[in-house]
């Protein structure tokens, strides 16, 4: 069947749902000529190739570069960066037995106590950025809360001192935005080559005087259990570029959603604990990640498809949440369905997000203080979406905090 599908289509970009919809329909495992990869689209499907490691291997850097930007691997390209140290495991992109050592070392911190230990203090950074938004002349929910609040707590947990901030603030950007969205190389290998510098630096300062910090309990295991030097200064890179704009763009992906839906928004007014159950409702409807990848180890059969050996497999997330096998009207943002739950938004199996309690955490931090804190909040000017296929959410969203003048 021929049959095409543009990822980087602007209108895709803007909107990708009715073309997932039509891959369901017509094509649920199409092979893509360029970039050369299987794109599945229907949620058993996309469930099977995420939680089968065995037969989809997330060594991506084993067999060759990204797909969507051949110049470059980030795993293996980050790996490099720390000069001297030679190539390392990285937990996302590593398959057992490494990925269930690595795992296993790293889960200690992202324990739920550990966790929920930090509740208080996301209330009150939240609670201050909400504030300091209100007073500023044009806000925007992007640049005042959902990017500070991430940005903030993660830079706490891995003991960045605050004179440190700006700087840690600017490499984490410059990595992000090279990384993920197509911004300026040289920009990024720069930001690596200063964060890996001071991550190397701060782990090798906590084996001298441990900490209670995040990369305290990362390296001060004994024997096996601990992380050596190369290891934890990779899953501190990997806790930025995986924690950071995801938790970003799932505030701004509630927020738009509420924008549409004033039923939901006064409910949430009158109720604010409400807020979980629409941060979990933007997990399935317009989740940060929506598509992983994968590269199979032997031929597969799946949705009717003969997938060879070595190829590149695309399990679209964003569409299976969407699937209506799995979701009833899964075009309609409710907060009352019984099944939200099953999203997939933070994937499945061995890699499932180590970081889901902490993003949820601060999404419904952010949504909550904003329903108790800001009396009138409404889209003011044209939101700016980011330019990527895989990673969905904004750049900025302005907004006005004054109601309009009821005569
Ligand atoms: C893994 C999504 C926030 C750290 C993943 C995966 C997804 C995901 C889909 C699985 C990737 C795969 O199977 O290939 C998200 C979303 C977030 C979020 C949507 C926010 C809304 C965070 C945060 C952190 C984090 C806040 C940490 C601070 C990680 C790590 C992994 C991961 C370390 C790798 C786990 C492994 O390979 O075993 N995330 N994430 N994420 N996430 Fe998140």
Redesign the pocket.
């Known amino acids: 069947m021929t049959y095409s599908f543009d990822f980087n289509d602007p209108a895709v970009i803007e909107n990708p749902y009715p073309s997932y919809a039509l891959l369901r329909e017509r094509a649920p495992v199409f092979h893509s000529l360029d970039p050369d990869l299987w794109i599945v689209s229907r949620y058993d499907d996309v469930r099977t190739v995420?939680r089968d490691a065995e037969r989809f291997s997330?060594a991506i850097s084993a067999i060759g570069s990204d797909p969507f930007n051949p110049t470059m691997n980030p795993p293996t390209w980050l790996t490099r960066s720390l000069s001297g140290i030679p190539a390392v495991r990285v937990?996302?992109t590593s398959d057992p037995p490494d990925?269930t050592m690595l795992?296993h070392k790293v889960s200690r911190a992202f324990t739920p106590r550990r966790i929920a230990a930090w509740e208080p203090r996301i209330r009150e950074v939240t609670a201050q950025l909400v504030d300091q938004m209100t007073t500023v002349r044009n806000p925007d929910l992007v640049r005042d809360l959902a990017a500070p609040l991430?940005a903030i707590i993660?830079a706490e947990m891995l003991g960045v001192p605050a004179d440190r901030r700006e700087d840690f603030k600017r490499w984490s950007d410059g990595l992000i935005d090279g990384l993920l969205t197509g911004g300026s190389r040289t920009a990024m290998i720069r930001s690596a080559i200063a964060i890996s510098w001071y991550f190397y630096r701060a782990v090798r300062r906590r084996r001298r005087a441990p900490g209670d910090d995040m990369i305290g309990s990362l390296v001060t295991g004994t024997g096996a259990e601990a992380l050596t030097t190369a290891e934890a200064v990779n899953f501190c890179i990997?806790?930025l570029v995986?924690?950071h704009e995801?938790?970003t763009?799932?505030i701004a992906n509630t927020a738009l959603a509420l924008f549409d839906r004033p039923d939901i928004r006064d409910r949430l007014r009158a109720e604010p604990v409400a807020a979980a159950a629409a941060v979990t409702e933007t997990?399935r409807f317009d989740?940060?990640?929506q598509a992983?990848?994968r590269v199979t180890t032997a031929e597969v059969e799946l949705g009717g498809a003969t997938i060879p050996a070595g190829a590149y497999v695309l399990p679209l997330?964003g569409s299976a949440n969407r699937d209506p096998s799995r979701f009833a009207d899964p075009d309609e943002f409710r907060l009352d369905r019984p099944n939200t739950q099953d999203h997939l938004?933070?994937?499945a199996g061995?890699?499932?997000?180590?970081?889901?309690a902490?993003?949820r955490m601060e999404?419904v931090a952010a949504i909550e203080e904003i329903a108790r804190r800001v009396p009138f909040m409404a889209p003011s000017g044209t939101p700016e979406r980011i330019a990527s296929p895989v990673l969905r959410g904004l750049r900025s969203l302005p907004i006005t905090l004054r109601a309009p003048h009821t005569s």
Do not use: D, E, K, Q
């Not at 061995?350 to 889901?356: A, E, F, R, S």
């Open positions: 995420i997330s937990l996302l990925h795992r991430p993660i990997l806790l995986a924690g995801t938790t763009n799932l997990l989740g940060p990640a992983l990848l997330v938004a933070f994937g061995i890699h499932y997000c180590i970081g889901n902490l993003a999404a």
